[in-house]
Nanobody
Framework: QVQLVESGGGLVQAGGSLRLSCAASGLIFSVYNMAWFRQAPGKEREFVAAIKWTGDSTKYGDTIQGRLTISRDNAKNTVYLQMNSLSDEDTAVYYC??????????????????WGQGTQVTVSS
């Protein structure tokens, strides 16, 4: 059974930082592209960042503006999202996703077969 378990969310002041983690089990982590999406209240889920299974290619959402960094540790079956200079616009539930489709569509939700339950990030201004 595939499981993706996010952690590291919480309440942070504007301008602060958080590092989210997503621990994967039940799959061969090293062959999966991994991504982070987020969903704010009343809004659609949006793409945040993705990293190719090889670890040598990344993609970021248009609103990220260099503040977030995705990385992976295949030895630990874990993907990370380092978030800096947080603002209230970053408040959302953050979801981890895993997929084996082509790297041509890393920003699309349909490229990912497995999803975590999400972790809440709340930024206070």
């Amino acid at each position: 059974q595939v499981q993706l378990v996010e952690s590291g969310g919480g309440l942070v002041q504007a301008g602060g930082s958080l590092r989210l983690s997503c621990a994967a089990s039940g799959l061969i982590f090293s062959v999966y592209n991994m991504a982070w999406f987020r969903q704010a209240p009343g809004k659609e889920r949006e793409f945040v960042a993705a990293i190719k299974w090889t670890g040598d290619s990344t993609k970021y959402g248009d609103t990220i503006q260099g503040r977030l960094t995705i990385s992976r540790d295949n030895a630990k079956n874990t993907v990370y999202l380092q978030m800096n200079s947080l603002s209230d616009e970053d408040t959302a539930v953050y979801y981890c996703a895993a997929g084996r489709s082509s790297w041509l569509w890393p920003t699309r939700q349909y490229a990912y077969e497995y999803w975590g339950q999400g972790t809440q990030v709340t930024v206070s201004s």
